[in-house]
């Protein structure tokens, strides 16, 4: 017998050796300048315990690729040499990102510090045309955006799309939505072939994961240990969030509890199983059993459709509705809890539809995570509505791209110089 | 808004410098040695990029440690100055591994190189008594253990125990194990007060996640990609494993896939809830709907108790008995589906009672899967049986200790250190 098991991959690959060094270190001071305000070299130096001539070169090499810029002397408290504060260049590089979703598309740009510099949205039912036909109005929207970038100086390092099923993100390859009905889509190589400039980095995810990301970065949470980021759409997606990174499972599949089974002689899904919860608790399922039309709603919660309807009628008490949404409360309850008890979080946030009906869901939800969770006990599940609503996924992706590039530094320099050679 | 969820905690701590690169190194060039079959300093300093005078001072050291062992010159195709192979050593360091299930106690000892030196199980049904006396029942077969060890001149690094409940590691602390009815007992601090010497390294965790770590190191499988390994005995336990590593959740409690809702309105489970897996597919269910006792059952599938009886009657196709079972793997399915949407796993192994169980329980539980897994078409999920049944988590506690001497050398060379000075 061989421990062949029993190395973490990364500790196989490569000792540690000087030629990584300059890279990590780069990465280093870019998050001391990205998670901090207005940061000087010497204080950076004393963060990271590197000397200061190895930070000012690194920050040197920084502000050149203009992802950092100077904001020139600082005043208060200085002796000596006035140190100048540095943060993330603001006016450089930006991420953009695009959602496709069973009746809206989105696009969004942010800037290296998070925030979102252009976010629009277009509510319409996907479901009537080919992938071809709502790939391509998608690639429109994201040229308006990266003009409007342009214009304001901002130039696009890459882009992620955010896609409502089952994706082989190495390949870029939509497998299954079974709410669009699409299968085996090539969505990145789509895009890469329709935007400009060529070679511009193309990100495929799933739409639940980009909003849990979404949520992480941008919710304002900052005392989340691990959550389910729970997003009720015409599907019911989850993003899964550990230790502040996104769970993904063995093919990045992870997160599909709209397909866990809450009644298990229930109706027949999309997916060909029966009792799935997205056919109790998605939401056709929910404006159905309130009596309202089904198809022409919109998950934005915005008005316009049923689900201002639907909304409107929970606000008066209409107990028809009432029950709609108590009885998917419930449904997502069992699976929640399923999800809770098997991947151990501590937080269940509400997003897409459910952010809006979080009022009325909350009850019967929390009431089934009590009585399901083994560890509620001592280690009660908190649930949260969504602080980003249906905006998670779009502005998830978004950052994505963004993080890629505070990440690894090295790379931007990388081409920058191969570029500039 | 600046980016505080943006790092991975690992890069914020500290930057890389010489300080850690010997113990980075030493663990490499350890796990060269573990993973090879007789390695010349040369070849390692060939697979790891480091210099030969390097690797020669780490080999040294952990010669030294009692760690590694050279087997002298090699003689095949050696030119020049014959080089000595090295190996694990397998008669130094060794770890102890602990199991207390509802049903019976098990010890191991297992070597550097992952070969179980002794192995005990004692059957007994521990619901009868307080903590204090199975936890003493299982302290004296431990020092059994190590009195063995130590006749064979084996030196016990530490001891690993598995329990069948929720497990805060940190403490030793067994919160919660609903099949025993224990509540906060703090299982390793009883450990280390009665086992010598003091200041013996304590594990404490879950069985289902042993045993899936058992399974993984020592099951001879060596295409897992992540696979959950799920343990059928009175309780039902998975321990997920995801890029060859233990997927633990936030608060280490993941994989309580015994608690997972099968039938929405199903029998009172232990734990309060209702229709949970194992009042439907735990050992005693299955006895119970086979018509056989199941409080006098044995989870070992071995002769003695119910169990045996069960398989005698299912192996003679005695109707009854195979319809139990096939209703077990119904149940299983739903549940494990569950898991596998959530989770995204590509392999199912049966383990516990389960394993014997398997030729039965595979058509129930492969359909149920195929029916709810949305990503089964195109990547189907592997049903297989343990190859260690019952042992996987003693194996895998025993293993656990080793494993942490194997990743942190360097640990084992400054406590050598200390002892010496």
Redesign the interface.
Known sequence: ?????????G??R????QD??RA??L??VL?QI????ALSRARIASL???TKATVSSLVDDLVQAGLVTELGPEARGAIGRPASALTLNRVGLVGLGIEVNVDYLAVCVTDL???ARYLRTRIGDNRRQSPGQVLGRAVRMARSAMDAAAAEGLTVAGLAIAVPG?VEAEQGLL??A?NLGWTDVLVGDFLADRLTPPGLPVLVDNEANLAALGE???GGH?DL??FVHVSGEVGVG?G?V????L???????????G??????DGPRCR????GCLEQVAGQEAILRAAGLAGEAGTSMGQPGGSVAELLARARAGEPRTLRAIHSAGHALG??V???V??????TVVLGGLYTVLEPWLREPLARELS?????Q???PVRVLASRLGPDAAVRGAAGAVV?RV??DPAAVLGSAGRRGG
Chains 1, 2 share one sequence.
């Open positions: 017998l061989t421990w062949e098991a029993a190395v973490p991959v500790l196989r490569s000792p540690a050796r990584s060094l990590h270190n990465a280093l998050q990205a998670t901090s305000e990271t315990g590197l510090a998070g925030t089952l497998r299954l079974p992480l970065w941008f900052e240990a691990g989850a899964i550990v230790g502040r990174e769970f993904r499972g063995v093919r990045g599949f992870a997160g599909e509890v397909h866990v089974s809450v009644q298990s997916c060909g199983a029966r069992i699976a809890a399923a999800l008890n098997v991947v151990d979080l501590d009585e399901r969770v083994l560890a006990p001592w280690s993080k505070l990440s």
